[in-house]
């Protein structure tokens, strides 16, 4: 990934916190020498130190796990839009400016396992539902379903892990413009009605 020093965002406790608000990741593995890529909804542990996940029984994303290198990587994809140049004061100054494309993201690397435990699989499976359906308001359990039919299901799914080696961010949010440029998205980022543009300010603040 090209990221320049403004970019970069090493702050693990930042990272955690983006990775968790923004969970469904872009796993891309190599496998016969062709990239395997995969969108997966991952939980990291409260150490950080490992990603948790599940997918169906016939993915071709198993195959990495077994490899002798069963490296991957995660892309946790967080709030983009584009950036106008008729928000930069230096407009009016010099006409010299060009739009761009703002965005936030994580990538985490790590080596594949699966878990086959139908108790850790079961508990994994509760424990993301449980994390992610206070979000709709909603108090859906899995219990709430015919026990022959979560069976079927869980049958047909295996949990994976990754354990992490790197991460690191790249939150591009203007950080190289001059500071009346920038002082100009905030601006005009407050104004917009746009629920993502208001989530990137807030990753704007640690840029």
């Known amino acids: ?13 930042l990272l955690a916190a983006f990775v968790r608000s923004y969970p469904l990741a872009t796993v891309i593995g190599i496998l016969n020498e062709h990239s395997e890529i995969n969108h997966i909804p991952l939980m990291l542990s409260e150490d950080g130190k490992h990603l948790y996940g599940h997918v169906a029984k016939i993915n071709p994303l198993l195959e990495i796990a077994k490899q002798a290198s069963p490296e991957v990587t995660a ?14 004061p ?8 060009v739009p761009t494309w703002n965005y936030a993201v994580a990538h985490i690397q790590g080596a594949l396992r699966t878990i086959e435990d139908p108790v850790w699989l079961r508990q994994h499976v509760s424990q993301m539902t449980n994390l992610h359906e206070p979000t709709y308001q909603s108090s859906w359990k899995l219990e709430d379903a015919p026990e022959e039919y979560i069976q079927t299901m869980l049958n047909a799914i295996i949990g994976i892990e990754i354990n992490i080696s790197s991460m690191i961010g790249k939150f591009k949010l203007s950080q190289n413009r001059p500071p009346e440029d920038y002082d100009g998205v905030v601006t005009n980022l407050k104004r917009s009605p746009d629920e993502t543009l208001k989530q990137m300010l807030d990753y704007m603040k640690h840029a």
């Open 75 to 88: 892309i946790f994809h967080g709030p983009q839009a584009y950036i106008t140049p008729s928000w930069y």
């Open 90 to 97: 230096s407009k009016q100054e010099t006409g010299k400016v």
């Open 1 to 13: 990934m090209y990221l320049p020093k403004h970019f970069l965002i090493e702050d693990s406790d």
